[in-house]
């Protein structure tokens, strides 16, 4: 089964691909990880990019996901979060691998910036918790590696009000391509009371 997770930020997608995937035993792919688990040339090349504060271009991110769908552990399926983000990446994919389902999860802006501003991540495996739905167990602290955790710069209501405008703008029209896959579940909920109405759709 292999599975994309669809939805703004604060949505939770995250959270929840984790959680499925765990249930699956199936990796679950970010493309954050995606690059935080590269080495030699390839690291550098994508760094290039990030350190300027350039997006890494579909075609690279592409090749980077299928050497990584290739792998032994995808042999079952694998859930995909934040890839693909607009309509080029999603036809790329297309040429790489077979989706069976698309899990949207929707949320209302105002509530996305809410979640986003009380967000805090931890930059050593990249793990984020949010200080009103899922905090820490120790203030502050990573509970998987006891690392401080960070607010990201961009994690402010006026830059999230511009990464939403791309999201609607970008990703939206995704759904419409995969709609014949595609379960919607609403975000506006308990973290297992989401992670329940995804069972359920995808059963």
Do not use: W
């Not at 792998?71 to 399926?77: A, F, L, S, V």
């Not at 979060?81 to 949207?104: H, M, S, W, Y």
């Amino acid at each position: 089964m292999n599975i994309i997770f669809i939805g703004p930020q604060g949505s939770g997608k995250g959270t929840q691909a984790k959680i499925l995937a765990e249930e699956l035993k199936i990796p679950h792919i970010s493309t954050g990880d995606l690059f935080r688990g590269l080495a030699g040339e390839l690291k550098n090349e994508v760094d290039s990019y990030i350190n300027q504060g350039s997006l890494v271009p579909d075609e690279l991110t592409t090749k980077i996901l299928k050497e990584r769908i290739s792998k032994q552990d995808c042999k079952n399926g694998y859930i995909l979060d934040g890839f693909p983000r607009n309509l080029n990446q999603a036809g790329l994919l297309e040429k790489i691998t077979k989706i069976n389902k698309v899990v949207e999860i929707t949320l209302d802006d105002k509530l996305a910036i809410q979640r986003i501003s009380s967000r805090i991540s931890c930059k050593k495996c990249g793990t984020v918790y949010n200080l009103v739905t899922n905090p820490p167990k120790r203030k502050e602290i990573c509970d998987n590696c006891q690392t401080e955790l960070y607010r990201r710069a961009d994690d402010n209501p006026d830059a999230i009000k511009k990464r939403l405008e791309t999201y609607h703008n970008e990703t939206s029209p995704i759904l419409q391509k995969y709609k014949s896959v595609l379960v919607s579940v609403n975000g506006d909920q308990e973290i297992d009371k989401i992670a329940e109405e995804i069972r359920e759709k995808l059963r």
